[in-house]
């Protein structure tokens, strides 16, 4: 077939039009209108938990004194609210604990946790079976479940110990392992065979993150002591996202004289990221998979709003504004965003759905790390394309066009 230099413009038109056809558009996340999960009664707080589909919930009531003067003990319910059916469910047992200590709670797959006194206990919302796990008598600060392993942070476990140590069982409850670190350890989370949490070994205000390979039994420290503070980790897969301050003694000054950074550190890789640096205070923040979750009081009113980065697409989007007067934190979870907040003086959770046509469910596994050294200082993280096979056909379309029109000017200046 001969082209002639008539055809030329008709052929660009045809190269436009596929090129537009061929080429995908830039990924762009979607969020759903927040909605409203659960509202506690007035005189208590929710606190919650959040894996594969379900939020596990716990309304508590602290020991108080009413209006009267009368004195008030505490009391504690529990909830499972599945997403996909949008049905909330109360759990009820005839032992339930009271809430007048700390009491933290945890679910992995179908089976939710809490503490007792003296036990931790389990219930799996599919069979509907309630167990105990006893522990010696302890005061259990924070607790990380993930399929068989447990891991706790706890004071006084087992024999009067001081400090709060770190205890792990990689066979549901029935053995646990002591492993104890200079200072308080604060704040433990869980992704395969890594745990990480932060501490004050230094001493107050001081903190730093760490990082436990439970196969191996090391630890490791990220970021420079000498630097600034480091706190709030989570944890999914490799990447260890947390709060970095470089100021010491801002936790002494207001809410918008901060000025924090969130970060992440590839713990396989011993490479640290800027993941935002909004000026301001920033809340603890949550990682599943690509998605990092937060809030910071970047906003001139100094009102507290949501954001999520999408490490993908390395950006940032705003999510929703946030009514508690300190932030909220939250959780994310394949394309769920909970977090608790407060209207009408009530507390109550919310949750955001996360539309995403590019999302792959990739699951979770836990990479060992080395020592952290030689990290790059705030780099940012390395955008993924999605769009490599259409960026192929697009060369190809584009090649086969210059040839075309190069033959019709050839044949052009032979015809003449």
Same mark, same amino acid.
């Given at each position: ?257 901060? +000025?924090?950074? %969130?970060? #992440?550190?590839?713990?396989?890789? $011993? @490479?640290? /990221?800027?993941? *935002?640096?909004? &000026? !301001? ?21 100094? +009102?507290?709003? %949501?954001? #999520?980065?999408?490490?993908?697409? $390395? @950006?940032? /989007?705003?999510? *929703?504004?946030? &009514? !508690? ?32 046509? $590019? ?7 836990? &990479? ?49």
């Amino acid at each position: 077939m001969r082209i002639t230099i008539s055809q030329i413009p008709l052929i660009l038109s045809l190269l436009i039009i596929l090129i537009s056809s061929c080429v995908l558009p830039a990924s762009a996340l979607e969020f759903s209108e927040e909605k409203i999960i659960f509202v506690a009664d007035e005189t208590a707080a929710p606190k919650f938990a959040i894996d594969s589909g379900n939020i596990f919930i716990m309304e508590r009531c602290m020991n108080h004194k009413n209006d009267h003067g009368d004195y008030i003990i505490g009391w504690s319910k529990l909830y499972i609210y599945n997403i996909s059916t949008d049905k909330l469910t109360e759990l009820t047992f005839d032992d339930m604990p009271n809430t007048g200590n700390h009491f933290p709670i945890d679910i992995s797959g179908n089976t939710v946790y809490w503490m007792g006194e003296s036990y931790i206990r389990l219930y799996d919302t599919e069979s509907k079976s309630y167990d105990k796990l006893p522990v010696p008598s302890s005061q259990l600060r924070y607790l990380a479940v993930q399929d068989e392993t447990l891991a706790l942070i706890a004071t006084d476990y087992p024999n009067g110990m001081e400090g709060n140590d770190i205890y792990i069982s990689t066979d549901a409850g029935g053995n646990f392992k002591h492993y104890i670190f200079p200072g308080y350890q604060y704040d433990i989370k869980i992704s395969g065979n890594n745990v990480a949490f932060y501490d004050d070994r230094y001493g107050q205000m001081r903190n730093t993150v760490h990082y436990l390979n439970i196969d191996t039994g090391e630890s490791h420290q990220i970021g420079d002591e000498t630097k600034g503070v480091y706190l709030y980790p989570d944890i999914s897969g490799s990447n260890i996202v947390y709060i970095f301050d470089p100021d010491f003694s801002s936790f002494m000054k207001g809410p918008k004289e901060a +000025k924090q950074e %969130l970060h #992440l550190t590839d713990i396989s890789t $011993n @490479k640290t /990221y800027l993941i *935002a640096s909004p &000026n !301001a205070r920033i809340s603890s923040a949550a990682i599943d998979n690509d998605y990092i979750v937060w809030c910071d009081n970047r906003d001139e009113s100094g +009102k507290y709003k %949501l954001f #999520l980065f999408n490490m993908k697409e $390395n @950006k940032e /989007y705003y999510v *929703a504004d946030i &009514n !508690a007067e300190y932030g909220a934190a939250p959780l994310v979870s394949k394309n769920t965003i909970v977090w608790a907040d407060g209207v009408d003086n009530k507390g109550v959770i919310k949750i955001v759905t996360i539309h995403d046509e $590019n999302y792959v469910d990739e699951g979770i596994s836990g &990479n060992s790390g080395t020592d952290n050294t030689n990290n790059s200082e705030n780099p940012q993280p390395q955008q993924t394309s999605p769009q490599t096979a259409s960026g192929e056909i697009v060369c190809i379309i584009i090649s086969v066009g210059i040839a075309l029109i190069a033959k019709a000017g050839y044949h052009g200046r032979k015809n003449n």
